[in-house]
């Protein structure tokens, strides 16, 4: 196991460094002056106060010089400065990512049990009214962008009921408490879970199915065995390690997916701030949001990998230790 | 021999599944006993409903396609109006299933012994530790070579012919009455068979449960059944003692079935006629 875990995190490092390469590349070649938007407009300064502020952020050299000082700078622990504000990168990007992983970590949580209870009733009882129901709320879901439900959710629970607040962390002159910052969670978990449980729904519903068909599964019923032990050690294990491949392979997607609630919610994520950062052609700060988005994707992949290997017995013993 | 009350009656049993607009009639109307330590063959081609009536018996078949008439008692008691918790006392521990593919029917995340432990300790409530030795005990019976392993082996990890052995243990683990047999060597090689069958055939006599061997295979059946049933197409076409239907079959489907294995039957008649009357089975 330690083997495999070893060749995968070797695998880690090309991979980010492929990421922040095409994103350099990328962005270098697309439209907009990072200096001219500084002061809102090439018109509002001197041609030799431009040619001064762009050498002393070093924009005035080649494309390939700039990537490798910002690489031995970040692997240097140096993030450098926003572009923008001065501040300074890595403690902007923290407090963000903070705020993307709570946001991500519990719309993922909530999206695995959904997709588990769902799929399960679903799959145990195909054909019937709760798997009709079931699979047509798999369907809705997949056929609903997020921020159209998010637009929709905060129309519905904050302006029309104004039961919820629809944006930021926190609201500007009330007082912070768990309380308020759980009301400030539940319309963009509840976006993200709503609009991506869907083909996890399907999914598991499908895996369920195969495991209740299974010879093994047969061969248990006529053992005698109670419901209980048949849903924790068949049915659940087995359809466990499709759904977690799913997952490693649907971060993606989810990623994806929560950025854009972050901007419908005006949620401070990396989301947000790889938005406000694009616009402004912030490129130190844009970067920096990339890789730490890249590694989030690449760790989490890792650890569905780990997970399912770790799952799966033949891959356990190729890589065990008996 | 003493006549005794049936182990199974099995009495007029249909069984049709519904597929799409149409239903198959996989079981009309087949009624069986079998007494307590007697084992009785099932043989006939492919599709002729063998299955349905192994499963019937467990109450396996899917209800939502599947309709059952008829009765099933098992000990006196109609097996058809057992509830959830009636089945699961049944199950396993009186009535066992071997199947035919032995890898597939166990759980591919789970060791062979553990497998058993979750067996025994359900059906007997018993604690890890006596279910261990249980578990090895019924290796051994098997004849399972180095058993202590086997417990920790995956299905994948053992060959066809031990996995079969290891699932023979563990219905064999939980002492049931009647035993259910369902091809039980259709994926053998040839040698795994004939040892399965050895195994089969000398731990049947050892403990005397009852048992319904289901087969294509006529050798198999000639060397293990007291009794034979044939089926063709859902009915029961010819029933009766292993030696006198096979020397002297009644319906022209058996006729059939015996010309497909001509050699293989002489060869094994013999075998069974000295095994038979040694087993003091009532022969016509
Ligand atoms: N779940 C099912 N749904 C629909 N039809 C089925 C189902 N199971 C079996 N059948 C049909 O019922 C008939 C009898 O099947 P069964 O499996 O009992 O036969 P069998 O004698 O065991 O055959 P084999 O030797 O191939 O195992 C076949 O025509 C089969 O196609
Ligand atoms: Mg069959």
Redesign the pocket.
């Known amino acids: 196991m330690l083997r495999y875990l070893v060749l995968r995190l070797a695998g880690v490092i090309p991979q980010l460094l492929l990421i922040s390469l095409l994103a350099f590349v990328i962005m270098k070649s697309a439209p907009g002056d990072p200096v001219a938007s500084l002061v809102g407009g090439r018109e509002f300064m001197t041609q030799a106060d431009y040619e001064r502020v762009a050498r002393n952020l070093g924009l005035n050299e080649p494309v390939v010089v700039q990537y490798g000082r910002w690489l031995g700078n970040v692997l240097q622990g140096e993030w450098g400065h926003s572009i923008q504000d001065g501040r300074k990168v890595s403690t902007v990007i923290a407090g963000a990512l903070a705020n993307t992983a709570l946001l991500i970590g519990v719309a993922g949580v909530g999206i695995v049990l959904v997709s588990l209870i769902a799929g399960h009733l679903a799959g145990t009882r195909a054909q019937r009214p709760v798997d009709y129901i079931v699979s047509a709320a798999a369907l809705v879901s997949f056929a609903t962008p997020a921020f159209w439900l998010g637009l929709l959710l905060i129309l519905l629970f904050a302006v029309v009921f104004d039961w919820l607040p629809s944006s930021g962390l926190v609201t500007l002159g009330s007082p912070d408490t768990l309380v308020t910052r759980l009301q400030h969670l539940i319309l963009p978990v509840a976006t993200i879970i709503l609009a991506h449980a869907g083909p996890y729904v399907r999914l598991v519903r499908g895996s369920v199915r195969d495991v209740l068909a299974s010879d093994y599964y047969r061969a248990a019923v006529a053992r005698g065995l109670p419901r209980r032990i048949l849903m924790w050690r068949y049915e659940l294990p087995n359809a466990l390690t499709p759904f977690i491949t799913w997952c490693g392979v649907s971060l993606p997607l989810l990623v994806g997916g929560a950025f854009i609630v972050e901007w419908v919610f005006s949620w401070p994520g990396i989301g947000l701030l790889f938005l406000k950062a694009a616009i402004a052609k912030n490129y130190t700060m844009l970067m920096a949001a990339v890789l730490v988005t890249g590694a989030f994707v690449i760790i989490g992949n890792l650890i569905a990998d780990l997970l399912v290997a770790w799952l799966n017995p033949k891959l356990r013993r190729q890589y065990g230790h008996r | 021999m003493k006549k005794m009350n049936p182990l199974l009656n099995v009495k007029q049993l249909s069984v049709r599944?519904a597929?799409g607009a149409d239903e198959?009639r996989?079981v009309d109307e087949v009624s069986f006993s079998i007494r307590p330590g007697e084992v009785v063959g099932l043989v006939?081609e492919?599709?002729?409903?063998?299955?349905?009536v192994a499963q019937a018996i467990l109450g396996l078949l899917?209800q939502h396609?599947t309709t059952i008439a008829g009765r099933i008692e098992f000990d006196g008691e109609n097996l058809f109006s057992c509830d959830e918790s009636g089945w699961n006392a049944v199950r396993g521990r009186r009535i066992g299933m071997i199947f035919q593919s032995p890898e597939s029917s166990f759980n591919p995340v789970a060791t062979v012994g553990a497998q058993m432990v979750e067996a025994l300790r359900w059906h007997f409530k018993l604690a890890k530790v006596e279910a261990r030795q249980r578990a090895l005990a019924a290796l051994r019976e098997v004849g399972m070579p180095r058993p202590e392993e086997v417990m920790h082996n995956y299905a994948f990890e053992l060959s066809g012919g031990m996995c079969q052995r290891a699932a023979l243990a563990l219905v064999m683990a939980l002492q049931p009455a009647l035993v259910l047999a369902d091809?039980p060597t259709a994926s053998l090689d040839v040698l795994a068979q004939a040892e399965l069958v050895q195994w089969l055939a000398l731990i049947q006599k050892k403990r005397g449960f009852a048992m319904l061997v289901i087969s294509?295979d006529l050798n198999l059946v000639a060397r293990l059944a007291d009794q034979v049933l044939v089926?063709h197409g859902g009915r029961l076409l010819e029933k009766g003692a292993t030696r006198r239907v096979l020397a002297n079959p009644q319906h022209p489907y058996t006729e059939q079935l015996l010309r497909a294995v001509p050699r293989l039957i002489t060869a094994d008649m013999r075998t069974h006629n000295d095994h038979s009357v040694k087993n003091g089975v009532v022969l016509p």
């Open positions: 599944y597929t198959v996989a006939g492919s599709g002729s409903g063998k299955s349905s899917d396609n091809e294509h089926m």
